[in-house]
């Protein structure tokens, strides 16, 4: 267990379908990142909040948005899906080189199918 | 923007062989970390080792040791005595050290698929 939490860990879903997914940080850790892992693009970073606020967005399409809640846990929302929505979308918490830890911890992931 | 490169889709390896996964990177920053992360068939993301930038001294972990070549912008993955278990797809990475916006995203490489035969 590597301390991050999402859910669910398996979703599937038809095409222009709304679906959230949730991620639990690490303990002590204010900063969530979103990545999307599909066959074709790799890992490609998303968007990452720190302590409720966005601070940062990569290459997030305007149909997916996230949220940080104040208990720290972050929920990606994806939109209108279409078949290429298909990855699996990890989050990962950490990344703080003040806290002196530089490295991430990768949640599970939650594969999503659109079908 | 930096930009990380792998240019091994594919390697394989007999078990208790050693093997080197190839990455390079390029960036304008001086101080960064770089990383090497493993996704087995599980696909969870392992961190497997990282190194600072501002050290000469390339970083091991047990079987698992790199080889960073700064003025190059190369950093190597070498595996020794390789393992079953160790049969996995292997992403090298690029975080820069200090981010204004306290942002650290991870730029990463398309990865290396390793199989190790028994």
């Known amino acids: 267990d590597s301390g991050v939490t999402q859910t669910p860990k398996h979703l599937i879903t038809a095409t222009g379908q709304r679906v959230t997914l949730r991620c639990s940080p690490r303990?002590?850790?204010?900063?969530v990142y979103w990545y999307q892992q599909s066959l074709d693009q790799g890992l490609q970073f998303l968007i990452q909040y720190y302590n409720g606020e966005e601070r940062a967005k990569g290459n997030i399409l305007e149909r997916f948005s996230a949220q940080q809640f104040p208990d720290l846990h972050s929920e990606l929302n994806l939109s209108s899906l279409e078949l290429g929505d298909s990855a699996l979308y990890f989050c990962?918490?950490?990344?703080?080189?003040?806290?002196?830890?530089?490295?991430?911890?990768f949640g599970s992931g939650t594969r999503l199918t659109v079908v | 923007a930096q930009t990380v490169t792998q240019s091994q889709p594919e390697m394989s390896v007999q078990e208790a062989e050693t093997v080197t996964l190839s990455c390079t990177y390029d960036t304008s920053e001086s101080n960064y970390y770089l990383f090497w992360y493993k996704q087995p068939p599980s696909r969870q993301m392992i961190l497997v080792i990282r190194q600072e930038a501002y050290k000469q001294q390339n970083a091991t972990e047990n079987r698992f040791s790199v080889n960073f070549q700064k003025a190059a912008k190369s950093f190597s993955l070498k595996i020794s005595d390789s393992q079953l278990g160790d049969t996995a797809m292997y992403f090298c990475a690029f975080m820069i050290a200090y981010s204004g916006a306290g942002s650290y995203q991870l730029t990463f490489g398309k990865g290396t698929k390793l199989s190790v035969i028994p």
């Open positions: 303990s002590g850790d204010l900063s």
């Open positions: 990962a918490s950490g990344g703080t080189v003040g806290r002196g830890n530089y490295g991430y911890t």
